[in-house]
C-alpha cells in the first residue's frame, strides 16, 4: 500500500494551523456514547426538514382557511426559505462565538415560538410570521456539521455527516405519514402541535447528552448584511411570485425586480469593506467554496421544485373527483342555480388541462404512494453516500446526485404519473436526495479550516435555504399563468345559460406550470451535473477536515 499527494487540485492550501485548541472531542468515549451523541444531533436537526415535509404536502389542505391568499399561499413556504437563509449566516458566526450546541438549542427556542404562533392565529401575516420563527431553525443542520466536526472522532465525521442526510430522508418519509393521520383525525392545526411537542422534548435531550464545543472564534455580527441579503431575495421573490398577476413588464412589477437587485449588489460591495462581513468574500469567493455553493444553489433548486409540485400534483383530484364535485355544487343550489336532478346526466364538465398527474390522494395517500420511497431511499442513499464520501471522496456521490435529480424530474415531467410510477420517480429522487445532503456538507469541511467552519456552513445554509425558496417562487410563477379552467355544458341548453367559456378553479393548476417548472428543475439538474463532473475539489477519501486543520494536502490511498 503506497500513498500520494492528490495532484487533481493546484488551489492554494491554507497555511499550517494543526487542532487549532481543544474542541472537547469524544476521542476515549464509547461508541455507544458516540452514536447516542450523533442520534441526538441528528434528530434535534431535524426539527426544519421534518415540518417543511408536512407543511408544503398540506399546503392544499391550509390554503381554505386563508381564501383571500390565493396562489400565494405558496409564501408559507417560500418565506420559510427567505428568512432561513438570512438568518443563517448570523448563526453560523453566532455558532463559533458562543458555542455550537447553544446555537441549536436558540434554534429550538424560536421554532417552538412560531410553532404555536401557527398553530393558534387565523390570520394570515401572523401565520407567516409564526413561520418565519420557525424557520430559524433552518440553521440547525449546518451547526450540527460542525459540531461533528468538532466533536467527533475524525474517522465518525463524514459516515455522521451522511446520517445527518440520513436524517432528512426519514423526515421525507415520517412527515406525510404523520402529518397525514393528524390531518385526517384532527385537522392541519395538530401538524403544528406535533412539533412543538417534538422539539419541547428534543430540547432537554440536546442539553443533556450532547457536548458543547469549546472551539471559540472572536468576531462581530454583520446585521447590516444580512438584512440587504435578506431583503434582496425577499424583493425578487415578490416579484417572481405575483408577476404573472401584475404584468411582469409593468414599471410597479420590475420595481421589486430591480430594487430587490440593487440591494444584492449593495450586499456584495458592502461585504467587501465591513471588517466582519457575514460572508467572508475571500473565503466566499475562493474557487473550491465558490464551486461548492454553486452545485449547491442548484441542487436545493431541483429539492424546492419537486418539493412544492410533486405532492400538489398527486392531491390534485382526478377528472371524476372534480367532475363530482362541480355536479354536487350544481344539485345543491350552492353556487346561485340550482340544476334539477333529472338534468344530471346531461351535465357534462370540460378542462383546460389533462388531471391524469392528478390521483385525487389525501396528505396520508401522498405518505403511502411517495414520500415513503423518496424519504425510505433518501434515508439510505445518505447513510450510503456519507461512507462513499469517506472512502472515495465527496464528489462521487454529488454527481450521483445530480444525475438523480436531473433522472426523476424529467420522469416527472414526460412519463404518466400512475401510483406506481409516481413512488418510482420517488425512489430515483431519494437516491439524490440524500447524495446530495451526504456530499455538500463534506465537501466543505474538506476545503475549509475548523476555524472558518462556522461561516462556511452559514454560506452553505443560506444559498440552500434561499435556492429552495427561489425554486419554489419560480414554480408559483409557472403555476399562477396556468391555472386549471372548467367549462360547464349541459346538453341542449345554450353556452350562455351555463355562464360561458372557461373559468378558472380555484388553487388548482394545469399541468403544463407544473411541467414547465419542473424543466427548469431538469436544467438545474443537468448544470449541477457538469458543475460535480468538472469538479477538482473533493475525489480524495474524506479525512473529516483533519486534512484542512493541519494545512497539508489530502492524500489518495492506492491499493
Known amino acids: 500500500m503506497s500513498s500520494a499527494p492528490e495532484n487533481v487540485d493546484s488551489a492554494p492550501r491554507p497555511e499550517p494551523t494543526g487542532e487549532p485548541e481543544a474542541t472537547n472531542r469524544l476521542d476515549g468515549a464509547s461508541r455507544l456514547r458516540i452514536f447516542g ?29 386563508f381564501p383571500s391568499v390565493g396562489a400565494n399561499i405558496s409564501w408559507m413556504v417560500i418565506i420559510f426559505g427567505l428568512v432561513g437563509g438570512a438568518t443563517t449566516p448570523i448563526l453560523g458566526k453566532l455558532s463559533d462565538l458562543w458555542g455550537k450546541r447553544r446555537t441549536m438549542l436558540m434554534t429550538g427556542v424560536s421554532f417552538a415560538l412560531g410553532t404555536l404562533v401557527c398553530a393558534l392565529t387565523h390570520t394570515w401575516w401572523v401565520f407567516l410570521v409564526g413561520r418565519g ?74 442539553w443533556i447528552v450532547v457536548p458543547e464545543s469549546s472551539l471559540r472564534t472572536r468576531q462581530r455580527l454583520d446585521i447590516g448584511g444580512a438584512l440587504l441579503l435578506g431583503g434582496g431575495v425577499g424583493l425578487v421573490l415578490v416579484y417572481l411570485s405575483n408577476g404573472n398577476s401584475w404584468g411582469w413588464g409593468r414599471l410597479d412589477s420590475l420595481a421589486y425586480l430591480l430594487g430587490g437587485l440593487a440591494a444584492l449588489v449593495a450586499f ?28 449547491a444553489t442548484l441542487g436545493s433548486m431541483v429539492i424546492g421544485i419537486q418539493g412544492y409540485s410533486i405532492p400538489y400534483m398527486l392531491q390534485t383530484p382526478t377528472q371524476s373527483q372534480l367532475h363530482a364535485q362541480i355536479l354536487g355544487v350544481a344539485l345543491s343550489g350552492s353556487g346561485g342555480q340550482t340544476l334539477p336532478p333529472a338534468m344530471a346526466p346531461l351535465f357534462h364538465t370540460i378542462f383546460n388541462s389533462t388531471l391524469a398527474f392528478g390521483l385525487g390522494a389525501t396528505l396520508l395517500a401522498y405518505g403511502y404512494y411517495s ?37 426523476s424530474t424529467v420522469l416527472y415531467a414526460y412519463f404518466p404519473h400512475s401510483k406506481w410510477q409516481y413512488g418510482l420517480f420517488a425512489a430515483v429522487f431519494g437516491i439524490g436526495f440524500g447524495a446530495f445532503y451526504a456530499a455538500c456538507p463534506n465537501l466543505m469541511i474538506e476545503a475549509v479550516p475548523a476555524r472558518q467552519q462556522g461561516i462556511s456552513a452559514g454560506m452553505l445554509g443560506v444559498v440552500n435555504s434561499l ?51 419542473l424543466l427548469v428543475a431538469a436544467g438545474c439538474g443537468v448544470v449541477g451535473l457538469i458543475v460535480a463532473l468538472l469538479m477538482r475539489h473533493g475525489r480524495s477519501p474524506a479525512t473529516g477536515g483533519e486534512a484542512t486543520d493541519q494545512g497539508v494536502p489530502a492524500q489518495r490511498t492506492a491499493v
Open 467 to 517: 435556492a429552495t425558496a427561489v425554486g419554489t417562487g419560480v414554480l408559483t410563477a409557472f403555476l399562477s399563468g396556468h391555472p386549471l379552467k372548467m367549462e360547464v355544458q349541459i346538453q341542449g341548453l345554450p353556452e350562455s345559460a351555463t355562464g360561458g367559456g372557461f373559468h378558472p378553479i380555484p388553487q388548482l393548476y394545469a399541468f403544463s406550470g407544473y411541467q414547465q417548472g
Open 133 to 206: 420563527l420557525e424557520a430559524v431553525a433552518i440553521s440547525a443542520p449546518t451547526v450540527a456539521y460542525g459540531l461533528f466536526r468538532d466533536i467527533l472522532p475524525r474517522r465518525y465525521i463524514p459516515a455522521a455527516i451522511g446520517v445527518i442526510a440520513t436524517g432528512l430522508g426519514m423526515s421525507a418519509l415520517a412527515a406525510p405519514l404523520i402529518g397525514g393521520a393528524l390531518m385526517d383525525a384532527y385537522g392541519w392545526r395538530w401538524l403544528f402541535w406535533f412539533l412543538l411537542i417534538f422539539v419541547c422534548v428534543m430540547m432537554p435531550l440536546m
Open 268 to 295: 456584495l460591495l458592502v461585504e467587501r469593506v465591513v471588517a466582519e462581513p457575514i460572508m467572508d468574500p475571500k473565503l466566499l469567493f475562493s474557487p473550491r467554496v465558490l464551486v461548492i455553493l454553486g452545485a
Open 371 to 407: 414520500a415513503v420511497y423518496s424519504g425510505g431511499v433518501g434515508m439510505l442513499s445518505g447513510a450510503a453516500s456519507g461512507e462513499l464520501a469517506r472512502k472515495t471522496g465527496p464528489r462521487l456521490p454529488l454527481v450521483i446526485a445530480m444525475a438523480m435529480f436531473t433522472l
Open 37 to 65: 451523541v450523533i442520534l441526538v444531533v441528528v434528530l434535534f436537526a431535524e426539527i426544519a426538514a421534518l415540518q417543511y415535509t408536512m407543511v408544503a404536502s398540506a399546503a392544499r389542505q391550509i390554503a381554505p382557511s
